[in-house]
């Protein structure tokens, strides 16, 4: 027999028990209810109060409904019982965390309704609760500062599959919405059309022995960074540096002093400047937009104060004349005045389509969330596969293998194992539903994988 169905069974035979001994009096049959229970999920966003990228995190108020069918309370409905008369803690109700929950600011007690279903003998139970918490979600900001995240809230029953699966509710008693359009943030967008919120439901955890997945809900609701601050303020102020830059092309060839100093000061300053809005942002280990334009920013004015070395010793050692030097220069000055302005020209692009996004209708916008999703997917991925190998080929080599605490084993059996057929992505997700164990036992019994090196692949993933 099934662990969760027996556990299940005996749940109720000891509710039976209980009203046999001393409990007779209780006025509700409480009814068998057929295993998996369907438990339609609902989640209404009262309100967003803040997103911080540079912790990964948002807080949010949010209502959570939680639907099933158990005919133990057609009489509470009928009126022949009273509401106060009921004990939940005799009856079924689904037990769930918040998966990405980090921290409850406050919360209200569950609130129970019940109600007969229309052209049905049978009742619908209605569990509701309020909360208020700091969500963990993973900000991928690649495209920063024009990028869009997803906060999500991530239901997860604890019983499994077998015991509760959790379904979409209708849109029409207690619908999922996002309804804090309201309470506007100073650096973010709403993304919310009319149309189908971003729900779904899907199974977590990993199938082994007597251990099954998980149900899940998840509720999506996509948000744009306003890149008001960063065009007006930050952008700006770097193509004045560059462009200033271009002005020690002014002084004369052999004058390098001069030329060089001016160009280190605004080097000097355009690097102090990135400083004060990285401070906003987690240090991730790759490059931002913003970052990749910085960076050509500053070498632009490398290659200047490289220009300005070369013309210096061209009119010294006689390679070329003042006016061939200065000719070429005029050349060069507007070459890289016409490119600098063609990158700004690019960056205005992009934030006009950053723009466009609050425009789209809902099936356009999931399209374009779930293309975004896949590709920062596939980047987090091709980041983690790397630094994961940094790791492991950092381990001392001996015998062409992986020694590790005296240990040596085939560097190929893990790594193309772990790597390769278990999607090195997918394995880190699991870290928000605390599934290594899981996997580990997932990943003993591959051909030529040994527990001790699993233990050793999970804690370097890890």
């Given amino acids: 027999m099934n662990t969760s ?42 309100k967003i109060l803040n997103i911080d990228t540079s912790a990964n ?62 052209d049905s003998n049978t009742c619908r139970v209605a569990m509701k609760q309020r ?23 991530k239901v997860r029953a604890r019983q499994d599959i077998n015991t509760v699966q959790f379904t979409l509710a209708s849109q029409t008693k207690y619908p999922s919405v996002f309804s804090g359009t309201r309470f506007t943030l100073p650096e ?11 729900v779904k439901t899907e199974n977590v955890g990993v199938t082994t022995g007597n251990k099954q997945p998980h149900s899940m809900f998840i509720f999506n609701q996509p948000v744009s960074r306003k890149i008001g601050y960063y065009i007006c303020n930050v952008v700006p102020l770097y193509f004045l540096i560059v462009s200033f830059g271009l002005v020690a092309f002014g002084n004369d060839p052999s004058d390098l002093a001069n030329r060089l100093n001016a160009l280190i000061a605004l080097l000097l300053t355009s690097t102090a400047f990135k400083y004060i809005y990285k401070e906003s942002l987690p240090r991730v280990h790759y490059l931002t937009r913003l970052d990749y334009y910085m960076y050509w920013e ?28 200065r000719d070429f220069e005029i050349i060069c000055c507007a070459g890289m005045a016409a490119l600098w302005v063609f990158l700004h020209l690019v960056l205005v692009n992009w934030a006009k389509g950053h723009r466009a996004l609050l425009d789209l209708d809902a099936d356009t916008l999931e399209e374009t969330l779930k293309a975004i999703e896949d590709k920062d997917r596939e980047n987090e991925r ?62 003993v019994g591959v051909e030529d994988v040994e527990e001790k090196d ?8 890890k």
């Fill in 454 to 461: 699993v233990k050793v692949a999970v804690e370097l993933i």
């Fill in 5 to 46: 169905t027996s556990l299940f069974k005996r749940i109720h035979a000891r509710v039976r028990a209980g009203a046999e001994s001393g409990a007779a009096d209780y006025p509700l049959d409480i009814a068998e209810l057929e295993l998996p229970v369907k438990v339609k999920v609902s989640v209404k966003i009262v």
């Fill in 382 to 443: 091709r980041r983690k596969r790397g630094l994961f190998a940094l790791c492991w080929k950092g381990k001392k080599k001996s015998s062409g293998g992986v020694t590790d605490s005296g240990r040596t084993f085939s560097t190929s059996s893990v790594i193309d194992n772990v790597i390769e057929d278990y999607e090195l992505g997918a394995l880190f997700e699991m870290e928000d539903y605390g599934d290594f164990g899981d996997l580990s036992e997932r990943l």
């Fill in 57 to 118: 995190t948002f807080l949010c108020d949010y209502i959570l409904t939680c639907k099933w069918e158990d005919n133990s309370f057609l009489a509470v409905v009928d009126g022949t019982v009273q509401k106060s008369d009921v004990q939940m803690s005799r009856h079924f109700v689904p037990e769930y965390d918040v998966a990405n929950l980090v921290e409850v600011n406050q919360s209200t007690n569950p609130e129970f309704e019940y109600y007969r279903r229309k």
């Fill in 131 to 153: 909360i208020t918490g700091v969500f963990y979600e993973h900000f991928e900001l690649a495209s920063f500062p024009f990028d869009l995240q997803s906060l999500s809230v």
């Fill in 298 to 325: 500053h070498l632009f004015i490398v290659v200047q104060g490289f220009f300005h070395a070369w013309a210096k010793i061209a009119l010294e050692a006689g390679w070329r004349s003042l006016e061939e030097i």
């Fill in 188 to 198: 973010w967008d709403y993304l919310c059309p009319p149309g189908t919120p971003f």
